[in-house]
T-cell receptor
Framework: DQQVKQNSPSLSVQEGRISILNCDYTNSMFDYFLWYKKYPAEGPTFLIS?????DKNEDGRFTVFLNKSAKHLSLHIVPSQPGDSAVYFC?????????FGKGTRLHILP | NAGVTQTPKFQVLKTGQSMTLQCAQD?????MYWYRQDPGMGLRLIYYSASEGTTDKGEVPNGYNVSRLNKREFSLRLESAAPSQTSVYFCATLLIRGSYSNQPQHFGDGTRLSIL
């Protein structure tokens, strides 16, 4: 069973517009959620995280929103830039586990 | 700042051959992890070591063994490689493993392994 789901394998967004990446989870024991960004031929790198006691965390162009009742989080990137083209992994931490989603490939179109 | 170093970066093996993937970190992190990434499958945990001297199975441990040689090094061994083990393997570290794992993992750049 997939405890962390990223239902969109890919997403294309015009440069300058907002990119919204979604993630759903099933385990109520998760207490931190993280987003990682991955470029080809490189390892994932940490982007932003949020505690389960918050509903929003912002860092520059990146904002993560958490809706605990819906077990849903989203990553907003605004404005989107060409360098944002990458694969984004959602991860959930807690209950002595770290579980990754399958990733969403984001294409920023010129 | 090397961070997490994985060797080799690429390897091609024949079915049945053995291979050890090496991972070394210089961040003084306690926990280390081995993941595999396959198309459409995300990152799946093979084995992890919460601290020096301990190792535990992850989601997909079959066909692999690990050794936490010391705090810095965590190796992954394929005793008899199979085509199903063709994948990209990532090593990761975490400062402290625990219920409140709010720290991010740090990843190496991966080892691309092909089994023919």
């Amino acid at each position: 069973d997939q405890q962390v789901k990223q239902n969109s394998p890919s997403l294309s967004v015009q440069e300058g517009r907002i990119s919204i990446l979604n993630c759903d989870y099933t385990n109520s024991m998760f207490d931190y959620f993280l987003w990682y960004k991955k470029y080809p031929a490189e390892g994932p790198t940490f982007l932003i995280s949020i505690s389960s006691i918050k509903d929003k965390n912002e860092d520059g162009r990146f904002t993560v929103f958490l809706n605990k009742s819906a077990k849903h989080l989203s990553l907003h990137i605004v404005p989107s830039q060409p360098g944002d083209s990458a694969v984004y992994f959602c991860a959930a931490s807690g209950d002595d586990k770290i579980i990754f989603g399958k990733g969403t490939r984001l294409h920023i179109l010129p | 700042n090397a961070g997490v170093t994985q060797t080799p970066k690429f390897q091609v093996l024949k079915t049945g051959q053995s291979m050890t993937l090496q991972c070394a970190q210089d961040m003084n992190h306690n926990s280390m992890y081995w993941y595999r990434q396959d198309p459409g499958m995300g990152l799946r945990l093979i084995y992890y070591s919460a601290s020096e001297g301990t190792t535990d199975k992850g989601e997909v441990p079959n066909g692999y063994n690990v050794s936490r040689l010391n705090k810095r090094e965590f190796s992954l061994r394929l005793e008899s490689a199979a085509p199903s083990q063709t994948s990209v393997y990532f090593c990761a570290t975490l400062l402290i493993r625990g219920s409140y794992s709010n720290q991010p993992q740090h990843f190496g750049d991966g080892t691309r392994l092909s089994i023919l």
